[in-house]
């Protein structure tokens, strides 16, 4: 998926040009990235190799234009590979998933597997009253949505590659990361949208 | 080695509000160590406050309080330029002490 | 407590326990109007004077004479005058990479050694914790006014503000897509639009700080790593182009604030 940067492009740029303008250029920048940081456990250096969401979201502020962004959300979303039948998995895993932050820092194992540190931005279920506002609220989403085929294979998909959606959104790919299994994908599908899940209660 | 302490005490009115820094660890004995152990409780035990050299207050203390507690204290009838001195002693015999002047 | 005497006296401790997420802002503005000025970071102060103070390393010398900024010997004010560019050194630098500056060049200590262990714990504090506290303390009250004139400066505060804005990691967050908007919460914890001036003076008038739900003296070299580590990187290196251009951005994006440190947080 990532698509890998032309380092050799601005390690001559650097070299033919030091200290021209107080402001670096994209390439520089990301030259010094890749000089300043170390992998360290899980986290390795490819981490920081920009794939064409993160370059066009970086060159543009989080503004594309909208032409742009439209195919790249649509190669995005057709690179989504999504499991046929239902996409109901167990809310209760899906509960556990949604609240845990844990995984894919370079001083957590990488075989305790990760959540989805979704109460980090959102709010779900009324019961659980510590969760961040960065994304919208998610409270009795299935009531609003249905269960039916459309709304989960939405939920998987926007949860497996946000950007497939909004190309610049805040909401990391958690799916095409790896950072999520299909099976934790669908407890969450079912965490939102099952009828019987404390989130629709 | 007992780390540092550091006290203040200003009259506020007609008493004297003493503050004072502990640095020390307040192990509960409840935590565990890295290698799964339980860390041996560690807390301070007793506080003592003198005023000019006369014992004003005793106290005991649990492992109920936080790591490098801060401790206030309101000693009546106390004027400026009184010394005060605070001191603790922990559950493993260590001890610290510190004087201030009420200013 | 049992007081003798007929003295009248309150007693209270300062505790401040695990607690459900949702009363913890309000519990920590309470202990922080309880310490008030009497915060442990004093504790940090006391010791990193001491450390300030003590000979050490080849050359059996104490960190006295070094130059932060001010000119050799001086430390008063000299947090709230950094990062600044060093000639000496040829780079810009952070109250941290000068401190480290010192310790080779006047101690004659390797970058190596001084730097095994630039984060500590609550139950070990590390050197550069303790000496980052004191320096900081004895820029309390004055304006902050970090380096903007010389070519090096006005590049790390243009670098930190383009790294401010990329794209990185797994997770694909810059840094403003937390600190980006005002209003934001990432769990219980506010989240400050380290882009503006007000929450940045906020902010960074008050780092390094003791953090009293982990009892331990943290440092915007430390701050700057953590944040990346939960943005899922790689770890940036200490005292690099990366880091200290990014404390140049937010320092300069705080200048005029009163500087109020080593503070107490969450």
């Not at chain 2, 409840?30 to 006369?54: S, T, Y």
């Amino acid at each position: 998926m990532k698509t890998k940067l032309m380092l050799a492009a601005g390690l001559a740029a650097l070299v033919l040009a030091p200290m021209v303008g107080a402001e670096p250029s994209y390439e520089e920048v990301q030259m010094i990235i890749h000089r300043d940081f170390k992998a360290k456990g899980q986290a390795k250096m490819d981490r920081l190799d920009q794939d064409v969401v993160q370059q066009v979201c970086t060159r543009a502020h989080d503004k594309p234009p909208a032409d742009v962004a439209k195919a790249i959300e649509a190669d995005q979303l057709a690179a989504i590979p999504v499991p046929s039948g239902s996409l109901m998995g167990d809310w209760k895993k899906g509960a556990k998933t949604a609240w845990s932050g844990k995984g894919m820092q370079w001083n957590e194992d990488p075989k305790k597997g990760a959540g989805g540190g979704c109460y980090n931005c959102h709010e779900i279920s009324a019961q659980r009253t510590s969760f961040g506002t960065i994304g919208p609220s998610l409270k009795a989403f299935g009531k609003k949505r249905g269960h039916g085929a459309d709304a989960q294979r939405y939920v998987y998909t926007k949860i497996y590659n946000a950007k497939a959606y909004n190309l610049c959104s805040n909401m990391p790919r958690f799916g095409t990361t790896g950072t999520l299994t299909e099976q934790q994908i669908k407890d969450l599908v079912a965490y939102l949208l099952d009828p019987n899940s404390p989130n629709n209660k | 080695m007992a780390g540092p302490m550091k006290a203040r005490a200003r009259m506020q009115g007609n008493y004297a509000d003493v503050r004072v820094l502990m640095s020390h660890p307040m192990e509960t004995g409840q935590r565990k160590g890295r290698d799964g152990k339980p860390i041996p409780k560690h807390f301070i035990q007793n506080l003592a406050v003198k005023l000019n050299g006369k014992t004003v207050i005793e106290g005991e203390c649990s492992q109920a309080v936080s790591r490098n507690p801060v401790f206030s204290f309101r000693i009546g009838g106390a004027k400026p330029g009184d010394k005060i001195e605070i001191s603790w002693l922990d559950n493993k015999g260590e001890t610290n002490k510190t004087e201030t002047a009420v200013a | 407590m049992r007081a003798s005497g007929k003295r009248t006296l309150l007693l209270a401790a300062f505790a401040f326990a695990a607690a459900p997420a949702a009363a913890q802002t309000s519990q920590f503005e309470q202990y922080q109007k309880m310490v008030g000025e009497d915060s442990p970071a004093e504790l940090f102060v006391l010791v990193g004077a001491d450390l300030w103070r003590k000979k050490q390393g080849p050359k059996n010398a104490s960190l006295e004479r070094c130059d932060l900024g001010k000119g050799p010997g001086v430390v008063k004010g000299a947090y709230a005058a950094l990062p600044r560019y060093f000639a000496d050194a040829n780079q810009v630098m952070d109250a941290e990479s000068r401190i480290l500056y010192c310790m080779e060049t006047l101690q004659g200590r390797s970058r190596k050694e001084a730097l095994k262990r630039p984060f500590g714990n609550a139950d070990k504090p590390s050197e550069m914790e303790y000496l980052d506290a004191f320096v900081a303390s004895q820029s309390d009250g004055f304006k902050m006014t970090p380096g903007m004139s010389h070519p090096q400066e006005k590049r790390a505060y243009e670098l930190g503000k383009a790294l401010f804005f990329a794209r990185t990691g797994l997770y694909d967050f810059s840094c403003a897509s937390c600190h980006g908007e005002p209003g934001k919460r990432i769990r219980m914890s506010d989240l400050p639009v380290l882009s503006e001036p007000g929450p940045a003076r906020a902010a960074m008038s008050t780092w390094p700080a003791y953090r009293v739900s982990n009892s331990q003296m943290k440092t915007m070299q430390w701050r700057v790593n953590n944040c990346y580590r939960q943005m899922r990187t790689p770890q940036p290196v200490w005292g690099s182009e990366v880091v200290n251009s990014m404390i140049m951005y937010l320092t300069v994006n705080a200048k005029g604030a009163v500087y109020a440190g080593p503070g107490t947080k969450r």
